[in-house]
């Protein structure tokens, strides 16, 4: 199996970056991640500071052999092993600069051990991991979007259900998707309201890539792992990327499982599940999803 290093790293999305390998469909590979922030932490002793980072989540760029504009990736995730050391950080600005922080912080921070499948977050706690790739995507076919931002390439979408044993669905754009990877975090809470985190870190992710037609109203990523199908929406404010993702969502039934539209809408009104998972980022992100026991028992995508 080929471990593609972490040694070219790209800040952006883009039609004009290099990649680093080229890789089959059907090919498992490995992936060494950079740190959000840049290659600064060493050690548990390490602390972050604004001028150390050089970032936006440096990406790795992996191009996918045959795929062609118009088509679309499917990326599957078989296992995400994150570094030994992580770190969690604020800066002024945030989700909520006057809201919960009435008077200024400046920065805070803190660096965790990571071991034996647990955040060290002091000496009394430990969390388990729950690792995730932050930054998955694909070139866009025009625009150059800096790595702070997702949507319809994918990108920076902070969702906690791009792990193992998860298949998430990008638009190829350009010859070869150039496939973007990037922003392990070990775990991460709903909105990221950190900012920097969850727990970030480096991280080595075990993928395979398959090459699929795109569905005809696929507008924005979808993902599927064993227990749902989960569509994506990026906007501000957020109750835009809310709709979004249950547009998203309503086309996959229908066109894919043959629901009335009248009908999905009406399920779910039951069934649906929903959140946003980061709220910190230039737009936010929201997921809707619906659990696959309630859908005609087919393959998600095809």
Known sequence: MRTIGRDVTYRYHSR?????????PGEIFKVQTELCSGPWLRSVE??????????????????????KPGECLAVH????????VGYTANSPGGAFPDWIRHVGWGVITKTVRIRQGFVEWDESLKLPIAPMIGVLGTAPAVE??????PGRHGGNMDIQEVRPGATVYLPVEV?????????????????????????????????SVDILPRPARMRWPRI???????????ARPAEDAFRLAVEELLYWMVDRYGFELTEAFMLLGQVLEARVTQFVDPLYTYVAKVRRDYLPALEPME
């Open 46 to 67: 390490d602390r972050y500071r604004p001028e150390l980072n050089a970032g936006p989540n440096p990406a790795v760029v992996v191009a996918v052999e045959g795929a």
């Open 144 to 149: 150059i979007f800096s790595n702070s931002w």
């Open 16 to 24: 004009f970056n290099q990649p680093a390998a080229t890789v089959k």
């Open 175 to 207: 010859p070869g998707a150039l496939l973007h990877i990037g922003d392990v975090h070990a775990i991460m809470g709903d909105g990221e309201i950190c900012g920097a985190g969850g727990i970030e870190c480096r991280g080595e992710v075990t993928l």
């Open 224 to 234: 599927v792992d064993a227990t749902h199908i989960i569509a994506v929406g990026c």
């Open 77 to 84: 995730i078989h296992d995400i092993v994150p570094d030994e």
